[in-house]
């Protein structure tokens, strides 16, 4: 009997509103102490939302609300600049490994 394919998990991204595998998007966590961070690892507890390794995406997620509703919490500019910051620091690792 041929081994049955595994299904491969598909999630939304916040700021294109794309579906793309889980394993393609990185995560934004908000602990149950309330404190929203990026979560490279996909495993920190929390609710979480997905987005894109793109900084347009979310900058959009970020800007239309769809980031804080989706986390269901309101999200302050400290928070938001902590995220892009954190943002541009993956993804310049990303090009330097590339």
Avoid: W
């Amino acid at each position: 009997m041929p081994a049955k394919p595994r299904k491969i998990p598909m999630r939304m991204c916040v700021g294109c509103r794309e579906m793309k595998p889980k394993k393609e998007l990185l995560r934004v966590v908000r602990s149950p102490e309330g404190i929203v961070s990026l979560d490279e690892t996909g495993k920190k507890a929390g609710r979480g939302a997905y987005c894109c390794y793109r900084a347009e995406c979310l900058g959009s997620a970020l800007k239309h609300g769809h980031l804080s509703r989706q986390l269901e919490v309101g999200l302050t500019p400290e928070v938001e600049q902590s995220l892009r910051e954190t943002m541009q620091q993956l993804l310049s690792a990303q090009e330097k490994t590339v």
